[in-house]
């Protein structure tokens, strides 16, 4: 199984990145796929999620400045930043679950916002 996460960069607060992950080794379609984000010197936190079943949800902090999508077709799965903030500075992971006891991780990749 892997998820390569790309699309993190350096941004100026108030501009946007897209992150993209690709996924191979998964039944993508049944998977929710999620993108986690940490912090320097914070623990890990929930981004956004976007379900089997076509569902997206999205932690209080990134409504209405985050948009989470996928392709099954493509295996891929986004996250469209805007309005980005510096306290949006992290590295950003994928996700892949389909059970608490089955989910897999990306790499990261690294989204600094400079304000």
């Known amino acids: 199984v892997q998820l390569q996460a790309s699309g993190g960069g350096l941004a100026q607060a108030g501009g946007s990145l897209r992150l993209s992950c690709a996924a191979s080794g998964i039944v993508f379609s049944i998977y929710g796929m999620g993108w986690y984000r940490q912090a320097p010197g914070k623990q890990r936190e929930l981004v956004a999620t976007f379900t089997s079943s076509g569902k997206p949800n999205y932690v209080d902090s990134v409504k209405g400045r985050f948009t989470v999508s996928r392709d099954n077709a493509k295996k891929t799965v986004y996250l469209q930043m805007n309005s980005l903030k510096p306290e949006d500075t992290a590295v950003y992971y994928c996700?892949?679950?389909?059970?608490?006891?089955?989910?897999?991780w990306g790499k990261g990749t690294l989204v600094t916002v400079s304000s």
């Open positions: 996700n892949a679950e389909i059970s608490p006891r089955v989910k897999y």
